[in-house]
């Protein structure tokens, strides 16, 4: 799989440089995050994918790993997702594994796939333990709020919540912690203001990843800011409820990482 916006290093397998195993300066974080993409090892099968295009096992029927034995990149500027869910092929492999036709609709991909593909590294467990080891115990109550707009670190020309809101839901919240005397929040929010008032409001029962910086988009990405969005969702994957932005992409691969959660609140 070619992802070159999420370091290699950060989980392992499916995730593990396995489709550009090239020797990359492991000193230089822009290399590591983006001159992979400029790199091929030797004998590589390479698919650039077009829609008016056939190849075996991605838009036409046929055993992809018969078709290509090998290591084989497929690069493609578009989801291959409702292409792939459209083959006979991929059908039959999900049954195989006990799946029904429910669980095999292309829009059920983030719930199918989501779990197995984001599975952290030891090295990503150094930074993610401490926040599990902190939280065993105790009631998760996980949070991820979405503002964008004005109150967004990142200047999106969009509002996803207004802080009208954010502040209904509160009393949710509110709540939760007062049914489960142990437990405890872990926010995840792209708003500075709103990582204040939640600190001001519930104090030391607030968890965050917060000594992170919110750098994982576009061109201000780096690998502190990728890690902190590791540990966000894997924390909010370990929660025993959840609170969501309905319109945030984050969240719902949150919810699709997240197999315990009793309850589950939009905002």
């Known amino acids: 799989m070619n992802t070159p916006g999420l370091p290699s290093h950060f989980f392992s397998f499916p995730l593990d440089n396995i489709t550009y195993p090239v020797a990359i300066d492991p000193f230089s974080e822009s290399?590591?995050?983006?001159?992979?993409?400029?790199?091929?090892?030797?004998?590589?099968?390479?698919?650039?994918?077009?829609?008016?295009?056939?190849?075996?096992?991605?838009?036409?029927?046929?055993?992809?790993?018969?078709?290509?034995?090998?290591?084989?990149?497929i690069q493609s500027s578009v989801s291959l997702s409702k292409v792939l869910f459209r083959q006979k092929q991929t059908?039959?492999?999900?049954?195989?594994?006990?799946?029904?036709?429910?669980?095999?609709?292309?829009?059920?991909?983030?719930?199918?796939?989501?779990?197995?593909?984001?599975?952290?590294?030891?090295?990503?467990?150094?930074?993610?333990?401490?926040?599990?080891?902190?939280?065993?115990?105790?009631?998760?109550?996980?949070?991820?709020?979405?503002?964008?707009?004005?109150?967004?670190?990142?200047?999106?020309?969009?509002?996803?919540?207004?802080?009208?809101?954010?502040?209904?839901?509160?009393?949710?919240?509110?709540?939760?912690?007062?049914?489960?005397?142990?437990?405890?929040?872990?926010?995840?929010?792209d708003s500075i203001l709103v990582e204040q008032q939640f600190v001001e409001k519930y104090s030391n029962r607030v968890l965050m990843a917060n000594y992170l910086p919110q750098t994982l988009s576009g061109k201000k990405s780096n690998e502190a800011g990728l890690m902190r969005m590791l540990i966000e969702l894997v924390i909010l994957g370990n929660s025993n409820i959840l609170f969501l932005t309905s319109q945030s992409t984050f969240s719902r691969v949150a919810l699709a990482m997240n197999g315990i959660a009793q309850k589950v609140v939009y905002f």
């Open 31 to 73: 290399n590591r995050l983006t001159k992979v993409v400029e790199e091929y090892p030797p004998k590589v099968e390479m698919i650039r994918y077009a829609p008016k295009s056939k190849f075996v096992g991605v838009n036409a029927d046929g055993s992809f790993n018969k078709t290509y034995p090998g290591t084989t990149v």
């Open 91 to 189: 059908g039959k492999f999900f049954k195989s594994i006990g799946m029904g036709k429910k669980d095999i609709e292309w829009n059920r991909w983030y719930e199918v796939c989501i779990p197995s593909l984001f599975q952290p590294s030891s090295f990503s467990m150094r930074f993610i333990k401490p926040f599990l080891d902190r939280l065993k115990g105790h009631f998760v109550i996980g949070i991820h709020i979405r503002m964008a707009g004005n109150y967004s670190l990142w200047g999106d020309s969009t509002e996803y919540l207004s802080m009208d809101n954010l502040i209904k839901k509160m009393s949710d919240i509110d709540m939760e912690l007062m049914s489960h005397q142990n437990a405890m929040i872990f926010l995840a929010t």
